[in-house]
């Protein structure tokens, strides 16, 4: 940088380094800025579920999906068929759509359209019949080939065909009958003889009365075509015209149908890869630590390169580049004005130019910002290195083909002028495409073809320009509200009249568990309650409020355990008894040995001289495990962990929590927690969960959760997102110990927070793919409490089963007729499966939030869909401190997840990452489609197939007045609750009502009904069904 | 027994066709599979086709017969000249066989749980019962023009899997390339194939091979004409097994689904072209210089990929260069031990093509999982893992070691070098017959370009047929 600027200096003086350094100043804002469209997604081994969107949320939902859409070349909704189809099989009633249809009409929507319908009748009549439309060679096929013009659509009611009918008979007998006298004037009626005169002699003698029914029919429809077509004919077009094309890609796309983005993508994939590569490649790009910029300039140079036709030149290009110590802001400034880019025009353009490559691009952004979570980190600037980099090959990429294809040699900044004059005219929608519509529209409402033909020029005018003012997009707006409307208000009914049931009081639970809010913890909880009814359970953040750095006593580094936006300051390592040193030290060399040996194959068999030794000398030894672990992957997984037995860890170990020295550091001394900061954790999550008072029971269960399946790269995506994407085990086991501890309890009793001498907590994980639960310390567990714990143990077991039985329901591979054992071994074999791309559903099914006590929601069957959050209105503050802190974690967190899925599945290639069947791991870092393509972001459609698109429904169990404070004080949570990313509700604490946050008021909810479905368990309600299923009481 | 044994050798080439046809001719009634009746079929199949080729080569084993020849009959018999469709069990084809077998069958396994509820389910299992097909066919080929027969049905199958991706461009464009490549080595093989018929009447391999037994065969063809069909074949063989130059296909095969790009390109059907030497090989001695450039050829593929898989940032394409290393060095082995040390040398670069198939297809299956196998290693060694340094990086000069760099990331310049310096002068070159055959159709017509150029209907007809 420095060197250009003082080449600058000399050159211009003073006073034009000042103009052209606040020039590339300017610039350097201007990338910051068009940078935040880049997908947010970081490295994949720890992912982190947020909005698709984030960078929207300044816009209401709708407008933002809509400008998002354009802006990245998705899709803001569901298909309209795939809403369609909902309505046919009453996912949306009929009522939804009316509802929802009337509420966005307002009053508009008695207004009559000419004297043909009412406005809601028409768009109603456009949302529940597909109008089919396309460009005019698929229309004229249609017409031509299928029997649109002699069978009126079947969807036609028939009371309006009959009308249609009729009334076209009548009115043809009466203009073609001929009066003896001769004609007077020329009416309207005679117009309409001569437009369909010919067709007669098509069906016959009309004198002789003998057509056929069909013939009539055939006749109306291809009157009322010709009608459509002469109305519709030479109306104004429509007035929005493309935005002008700022990259000259997009022009010599549109000009010759050559995409340059295929040139310059080939070469800078295999880049990005490489500079940003976590230590895949054997061979690391020569230069990396100077920068994206000097990289390439350093490889790219070299003489001798690929016969490439054009990259002819670029060598040199780049040889000027690098030796007149130009610096990557300069160069692109440079680009930009050999590309013609006006100063205006630079935030379009640069924002479409890094969204041409959008993975890799954002992954430089995410690699840059959070240095501290990759191996290999990047310098800061790569991103403004990158578009340097990227900028020039497409210089070189436009030149060329405009050469080619245009024979054009000039200037670029010049090649609009020579291009738009070969620029195919922009076509707006044709004045057929306009009548087949009309023609559609008139057999759904019987409008006759004599009816239309008497309609005025401006008549046609403002039909077609009404019809048009409800296209697709806001079609499928309707469609969602109506589609999500039939959801929230079964949430909303359940919980209202599920209040209404007396329930008693769990008297003296019997043990207590605390759980993750995961929506995948709500059936497992659901089943506990039912097998052992006096149980409670609570739902809190998973990672219990202790964000460290954790390293196991198997792990060579330390991870964060702890939400995605927090750092830790606090670093726990788990260490073995000192009784089983020794055996720990032996197992550590064998298993340092195995791994290296390990390792040493990895990278043998794919090297030259060894990889032909290894292969020809003991590949065909390879069967064994390929064979067995594909046909066979559980029993193949059991012989590997008995195997693997002999170097695993010592099995008792212990958790260095108690900090002795001042400050936390990953350092002998400095690992763990001083005494106060133990009590603050333990208090807080007390507190949440509302158990303050004698409440706790003798034994308490703490389980984090986590996922472990083979062959998947998203795999972090089904850890606990409260742990930031890993496995929330040790969070769970650190929470007992810490609440264990005696001198914890008595500071906490001083602070009015008694814990019982007699309870005891026990850490555990939840593994949520293979269905098991794993305690720790349980040597620790005294023997007064044992049984008590084995109990436990037993009822755990029993849920763990039911709630793997429930899971199966969702897979096809697994019977309906599955018991309880078979669905358990099914789970456990999903998750050592090589060829399993469905390890589970993960948060597929999510869809509301509620948090409050848990005797409001107990009983209620939802599905695996609702995050359960534990929080006690009656022990909050006037201020409502605690709902605050606690919407400030799950609300960012639910609706993160939440809207993820929602984008993932409504452009499942846009937005999500597609099908997992091709992917590739690249650079450690993501994944790509086959061999060579963009880093792909999001979901994969493996993971998202079954999922609802909604946004997430929060009800909370408060007062408006606290969630009002709540909401004063949390700008974000307020942001996402009037822009409509999320619904929110509120139960009141003593009622059963319920009001719902719209328009930034709260509207009382009036339930639909005073029943809900009852079951005697949830196994009742849902065995025999794959599908979603609606709330029911279960009366276990 | 003789008779049983040829029964066997019926059910091993025959279980695939019964399974092609019963697919094939089902998806042709539009009607879409059962899941697990599918499954079910393909594993009857392949449990059949494997315990007869085990049996076979039990019988071989015990028995004294080192060679079956099965042989349906003749397409074309005129006295001194026929193409006949024979199957030959012996040494060579039966471990082939039980190779593709294992893998087939496993991959099938592991396709049904892989692929379930894909749209292109029935789509992937029609091709993949026609690459089964065509790998044993291929395998048991007894005379050249069988062997085609199972070439053919394999470049097919493959290149349409790797579009298996229709919807989305770049696999149709890989596939296309893919297809393209396989078209100039099926062209090769076809002359060289006429070219055998043409010396010897007949492509039958046992004949060429004269008295003995593969590998101990003996051919009677002369030390040029031995050079001329073994460069063809080379040319298809470089094609079907990605030598240099053709090398580019292989990482753009990986489009497909993972299962079919582990077990089609990674380990068997880039095997095919070096079975096919194998298959040749009393031809190929009989020519030093042939023999000469096979080894070239392999050892510069084998380089070139070595170099190559050390820059490869993704897992995919890192194993296919891997997996070209070992080709390379396979074809460099076929050149070079027969001839050194005699036909019973044909058995190591068969034992490597065996090894290597087994091995790399583990490895392609398991590629998804790499992420978490490295965070595995590491905790068991401790710390990050290594990054190895090559023998080039100890050795050479820095400016050499970009230079180096840039030519591996960018795969050897092969693909640009094939299409400026092949593909671009062919390319043109129909274009100027395509310009003269319009300059002579407007002269002769007086005028008109050609119909076939102005081929739109007219936009005005909206209605009547």
Request: charged share 20%; net charge neutral; with cysteine.
């Amino acid at each position: 940088m420095s060197t250009i600027e003082a080449t600058t200096s000399q050159r211009s003086g003073s006073q034009g380094r000042e103009l052209d350094e606040g020039r590339l100043e300017r610039l350097r804002h201007v990338i910051g800025h068009a940078g935040h469209l880049l997908p947010s997604q970081g490295p994949i081994t720890v992912f982190v579920h947020h909005n698709t969107l984030h960078a929207f949320e300044d816009l209401p939902f709708d407008e933002a999906v809509q400008s998002g859409g354009r802006i990245f070349g998705c899709e803001p909704y569901l298909s309209e068929e795939r809403y369609r189809e909902a309505l046919g099989r009453g996912r949306i009633r009929p009522v939804d759509l009316e509802t929802v249809l009337r509420h966005d009409l307002n009053s508009r929507g008695d207004e009559p359209i000419l004297s043909l319908c009412t406005r809601f009748e028409l768009r109603l009549a456009m949302l529940r019949h597909s109008i089919q439309t396309g460009p005019a060679a698929e229309l004229r096929w249609f017409v031509a080939e299928t029997d649109a013009l002699d069978r009126i659509r079947e969807d036609a009611p028939s009371a309006v065909r009959e009308r249609l009918l009729t009334d076209t008979h009548r009115r043809a007998m009466h203009d073609f009958t001929e009066m003896d006298g001769g004609a007077g004037e020329r009416t309207g009626s005679d117009e309409f003889r001569d437009l369909v005169d010919d067709l007669r002699p098509r069906f016959g003698d009309l004198a002789k009365a003998d057509w056929s029914d069909c013939s009539w029919e055939a006749f109306t429809l291809r009157a009322l075509w010709r009608v459509c077509r002469e109305g519709a004919r030479g109306l104004k077009p429509v007035a929005a015209t493309p935005p002008a094309i700022v990259r000259s890609r997009d022009l010599l796309l549109e000009a010759t149908g050559r995409d340059t983005d295929l040139l310059v993508n080939d070469v800078l994939t295999r880049y990005c890869a490489a500079y940003l590569d976590q230590g895949l490649a054997h061979g690391v790009l020569p230069d990396r630590e100077c920068g994206f910029y000097q990289a390439f300039c350093t490889v790219h140079r070299q003489p001798a390169g690929p016969p490439e036709r054009w990259q002819i030149g670029l060598a040199q290009e780049l040889a000027r580049l690098q030796d007149g110590g130009i610096g990557p802001l300069a160069c692109i400034a440079e680009s930009l004005d050999r590309l013609g880019v006006r100063e205006e025009q630079w935030d379009r353009f640069l924002s479409e130019t890094l969204l041409a490559l959008r993975g890799w691009a954002g992954m430089f952004q995410q690699v840059e910002e959070r240095n501290d979570r990759v191996v290999h980190p990047i310098a800061p600037g790569s991103l403004v290195e990158y578009l340097a980099v990227r900028l020039v090959l497409e210089r070189f990429a436009a030149n060329d083909v405009a050469r080619e294809e245009l024979g054009y040699a000039g200037p670029l900044a010049e090649l609009p002028k020579t291009v738009e004059r070969r620029l195919p005219p922009h076509r707006s929608t044709s004045p057929e495409q306009r009548a087949f519509v009309v023609f559609q529209l008139a057999q759904l409402f019987g409008w006759t073809p004599h009816e239309l033909h008497g309609l005025s020029r401006r008549g046609w005018a403002s039909l077609v320009e009404e019809i048009e003012s409800f296209p697709n997009v806001e079609r499928r707006r309707v469609f969602h509200a109506a589609y999500e409307r039939r959801y929230l208000n079964q949430i909303l009914d359940a919980m209202s009249v599920h209040g209404r049931r007396d329930r008693q009081p769990v008297a003296v639970p019997q043990f207590q568990v605390f759980c993750c809010i995961d929506d995948r913890e709500e059936s497992f909880r659901r089943h506990l309650e039912e097998v052992a009814p006096d149980v409670e359970t609570f739902g809190t953040a998973g990672f219990y409020n202790i964000a460290m750095y954790y390293r196991g006593a198997a792990d060579a580094h330390f991870v964060p355990l702890c939400p995605a936006v927090v750092t830790p300051k606090h670093w726990v390592e788990e260490r073995v008894v000192e009784a089983t040193e020794s055996n720990h030290q032996r197992r550590t060399k064998a298993r340092r040995v195995v791994g290296a040996v390990s390792h040493w194959i990895h990278v043998a068999s794919r090297s030259f001289a060894w990889g032909a030794v290894l292969s020809a000398g003991a590949g065909v030894v390879a069967t064994v495990p390929l064979v067995s672990r594909v046909l066979f992957p559980r029993l193949a997984a059991g012989v590997r962990r008995r195997l693997g037995g002999h170097v695993q860890p010592a099995s008792k170990t212990r958790l260095t929590l108690e900090r002795a020295g001042a400050e936390p550091s990953p350092d002998e001394g400095g690992l763990g927690y001083s005494l106060d900061e133990m009590i603050g954790i333990a208090e807080t999550v007390l507190r949440d969960v509302g158990l303050t008072e004698e409440t706790l029971a003798r034994l308490v269960l703490v389980l984090g959760h986590g996922s472990h399946s083979m062959n998947n790269p998203h795999e972090a995506a089904h850890d606990c997102g409260a742990c930031g994407g890993a496995v929330g085990g040790p969070n769970g086991r650190a929470f007992a110990q810490i609440a264990n501890n005696p001198r914890v309890r008595e500071r906490l009793a001083a602070r009015g927070l008694r814990v019982p001498e007699d309870t005891v907590f026990v850490g555990g994980l939840h593994n949520t793919c293979n269905e098991y639960v794993k305690f720790y310390d349980t040597d620790r567990v005294p023997a007064s409490h044992r049984e008590e714990f084995e109990a436990a143990r037993g009822a755990i077991e029993r849920a763990l089963d039911r709630d793997a039985h429930e899971r199966a329901r969702r897979f096809d591979s697994a019977p309906l007729s599955i018991s309880f054992e078979e669905a358990r071994a099914q789970m456990d074999a999903r998750a050592e499966d090589l060829a399993q791309v469905r390890p589970e559903w993960g948060h597929a099914t999510n869809a509301v939030t509620i948090v409050g006590r848990r005797s409001r929601t107990r009983g209620l069957f939802f599905d695996r869909r609702a995050f359960l959050t534990s929080y006690d209105p009656t022990q909050d503050d006037a201020d409502a401190a605690i709902l605050a802190r606690t919407l400030a974690a799950v609300v960012p967190v639910c609706a993160g997840i939440g809207l993820e899925y929602y984008f993932s599945h409504v452009d499942p290639y846009g937005y999500g990452c597609s099908t997992k069947l091709p992917h590739n791991v690249a650079a450690l870092l993501g994944v790509m489609d086959g061999a060579a393509s963009d880093l792909r972001t999001g979901l994969p459609w493996q993971m998202v197939e079954i999922h609802e698109p909604l946004r997430q429904l929060f009800v909370v169990e408060t007062t408006p007045e606290a969630m009002r404070r709540v909401l004063d004080r949390s700008p974000s949570i307020d942001r996402l609750c009037r822009n409509g990313w999320i619904h929110l509700a509120i139960l009141s604490p003593d009622s059963n009502d319920v009001q719902v946050f719209r328009d930034g008021r709260f509207h009382p909810y009036v339930p639909e009904t005073t029943e809900l479905p009852k079951a005697r368990s949830s196994v009742d309600w849902y065995r025999g069904w794959r599908d979603f299923l609606d709330v029911a009481a279960i009366e276990a | 027994m003789s008779k049983f044994i040829t029964l066997l050798g019926v059910v091993v080439v025959g279980s695939p066709v019964v399974l092609l046809i019963a697919l094939g001719g089902w998806s042709l009634t539009g009607r879409r599979f059962n899941e697990s009746v599918l499954s079910r079929a393909i594993s009857a199949t392949i449990a059949v086709g494997l315990l007869a080729s085990i049996a076979v080569l039990a019988h071989m084993l015990v028995g004294d017969s080192r060679h079956v020849v099965i042989a349906p009959g003749s397409w074309v018999a005129v006295p001194g000249y026929h193409f006949s469709l024979r199957f030959v069990f012996d040494r060579l084809s039966v471990p082939f066989a039980i190779l593709t077998y294992v893998l087939c069958g496993t991959i099938g396994a592991f396709g049904r749980r892989y692929l379930h509820r894909e749209p292109g389910y029935d789509r992937f299992f029609v091709l993949y019962s026609v690459f089964l097909t065509g790998m044993v066919t291929a395998s048991l080929a007894g005379t050249i023009e069988t062997l085609f027969a199972g070439w053919e049905l394999v470049g097919l199958s493959s290149a349409l899997l790797v579009a298996f991706f229709q919807e989305r461009p770049a696999p149709v464009r890989n596939g296309l390339r893919v297809w393209s490549v396989y078209r100039v080595s099926d062209a090769a093989f076809l002359m060289a194939a006429l070219l055998l018929h043409r010396m010897t009447g007949e492509g039958d391999f046992d004949q060429l091979a004269g008295t003995g037994f593969w590998p101990y065969g003996e051919a009677t063809l002369s030390s040029t004409q031995a050079l001329t069909v073994g460069l063809l074949l080379l040319v298809a063989a470089a094609g079907k097994s990605a030598l240099v130059p053709f090398s580019g296909w292989l990482p753009r095969a990986m489009e497909g689904p993972t299962p079919s790009s582990a077990v089609f390109y990674g380990s068997l059907s880039v095997h095919l072209g070096a079975f096919l030497l194998l298959r040749v090989s009393p031809i190929l001695v009989l020519s030093p210089l042939l023999c000469g450039i096979i080894v070239a050829l392999g050892l510069t593929t084998a380089v070139f990929a070595a170099l190559t898989e050390r820059v490869q940032t993704d897992i995919k394409s890192a194993l296919s260069y891997a997996s070209l290393t070992q080709v390379g060095i396979i074809v460099a082995e076929i050149g070079l031990l027969p001839p050194l040390l005699g036909p019973w040398a044909c058995y190591i670069p068969l034992v490597h093509i065996l090894g290597h198939a087994c091995l790399r297809t583990l490895q392609f299956l398991r590629a998804p999982t790499l992420l978490q196998d490295y965070r595995l290693l590491e905790n068991a060694i401790g710390t990050r893992l290594p990054r190895s340094r090559s023998i080039a990086g100890r050795l050479v000069a820095r400016p050499v070691q970009i230079w180096l760099y840039r030519f591996a990331v960018e795969r050897c310049y092969l693909d640009s070098w094939l299409d400026n310096y092949v593909v671009g002068p062919v390319l043109g070159l129909f274009r100027s017959f395509d310009r003269l055959e319009r300059r002579w159709t407007a002269f002769l017509t007086g005028g008109t370009p050609r119909t076939s150029e102005h081929g739109l209907p007219p936009t005005t007809i909206f209605e009547e047929r």
